[in-house]
């Protein structure tokens, strides 16, 4: 009879701690759906959200605010979907400051880096950043961090090497979204300064594009122009006291304009300048002209891809610049939906995004790749 009756307790307490086990399943369960439209993630386990950043102007680049979900209509493919998260408050900043420290910038990263340490005054305490530098390989001078000091101080590390060649950009870039930003949620940029001029990634142009369109990080590229005479005696002044050669014997170089001139590329050295004259001079100079404009191309091609800005400059003093891409970021409001293909293979789809106002102009990602 004892056995029976502690059988009987036994049951109890197990149906009793099983109702308990269904509340606590179905509080955590009401706690997540709460939160989707709401708070300033989604918390859903279902990790096929759809996140797209989108920045909203009128036609003069002025941010238009105050606007709601229902403003907004997002179509893949054609088809309308349902945004289950929309975000308009002011959210945490992940930002990666990428530094061209190949040879051609050697006369414009003085003033790079100085406009870089502008840029840390812009960043509130629960912000992030951190910085990379990228020639004949990839450099992570500060991995994400909100401390200012040690952000400045990789930014002043940042510089050229003396003897050895190479622009890894889309390296960096590479492994910037795939590795550092893997997994971060939020508003988060890439700002890449560079001339545009990859010698040396491993990482082709297809590969690079093809992989940002499987993430919602924003890439800003800042090219600035080196060429065509311009820092001349600048770039003269800093070659003094090395020579022609490096100090290892590491090769001949010259700068010219900011140029870094391999013998391979098709640059006149100094000898040959009577040389000058010539008619295949000429089309060296549409060669190069050709190259910059691939360069420029190709940055604008990375910007467009993830909704992001193409800019240009001529000195390296970007500060004005760095303001207006903080602050359109704090300004940009986030969109999530879950898509109706079930397919497992990685798909590319078209995506638009449209807002109910004729005044507005709409920038958001174009095309997105299933995971």
């Given amino acids: 009879m004892a056995s029976v009756k502690q059988g009987q307790r036994h049951n109890s307490m197990r149906r009793t701690t099983s109702v308990l086990l269904g509340f606590l399943l179905t509080g955590l369960v009401v706690c997540v759906n709460a939160q989707d439209k709401n708070g300033p993630e989604v918390y859903k386990v279902d990790t096929r959200l759809i996140s797209v950043p989108v920045v909203v102007s009128d036609r003069d680049g002025r941010y238009i605010p105050n606007l709601k979900a229902t403003d907004f209509t997002v179509l893949q493919d054609g088809v309308k979907q349902n945004i289950e998260f929309f975000g308009a408050t002011e959210e945490a900043l992940t930002i990666a400051l990428l530094i061209d420290t190949s040879q051609s910038t050697r006369p414009v990263l003085d003033d790079i880096k100085e406009s870089a340490n502008a840029l840390l005054k812009l960043l509130l305490p629960r912000d992030r950043a951190m910085v990379v530098s990228f020639d004949y390989d ?77 993430s919602d990080a924003l890439i800003y590229t800042i090219m600035f122009k080196t ?92 500060k004005k610049t760095f303001e207006s891409i903080v602050e359109e970021l704090r300004f940009q ?16 789809h078209e995506l638009k995004v449209k807002v109910g106002r004729t005044d507005a102009s709409v920038r958001s990602r174009s095309s997105y790749r299933t995971r």
């Fill in 333 to 348: 409001y986030r969109l999530g939906f879950y898509p109706q293909d079930e397919a497992d293979e990685k798909t590319l």
């Fill in 138 to 214: 990839t450099h992570v001078l500060s991995e994400l961090t909100a401390d200012k000091e040690q952000l400045k101080q990789a930014i002043n590390r940042a510089d050229v090497p003396d003897d050895l060649v190479g622009t890894t950009m889309r390296d960096a870039a590479f492994q910037t979204v795939n590795r550092s930003f893997a997994g971060i949620k939020g508003r988060k940029a890439i700002i890449i300064l560079t001339d545009g001029k990859d010698h040396g990634s491993r990482i082709s142009r297809d590969e690079l594009l093809y992989s940002l369109q499987e």
């Fill in 227 to 318: 060429g065509g005479g311009m820092n001349r005696g600048q770039g003269q002044a800093r070659g003094q006291g090395r020579g022609q050669m490096g100090p290892r014997g590491g090769g001949r170089r010259d700068i010219l304009g900011g140029i870094f001139r391999d013998p391979g590329m098709g640059f006149p050295g100094r000898g040959n300048q009577r040389r000058q004259n010539r008619p295949d001079n000429q089309r060296r100079a549409e060669r190069v002209g050709r190259v910059n404009e691939d360069a420029q191309e190709f940055l604008q091609a990375l910007s467009d891809t993830t909704a992001g800005r193409f800019y240009s400059s001529e000195n390296g003093k970007l």
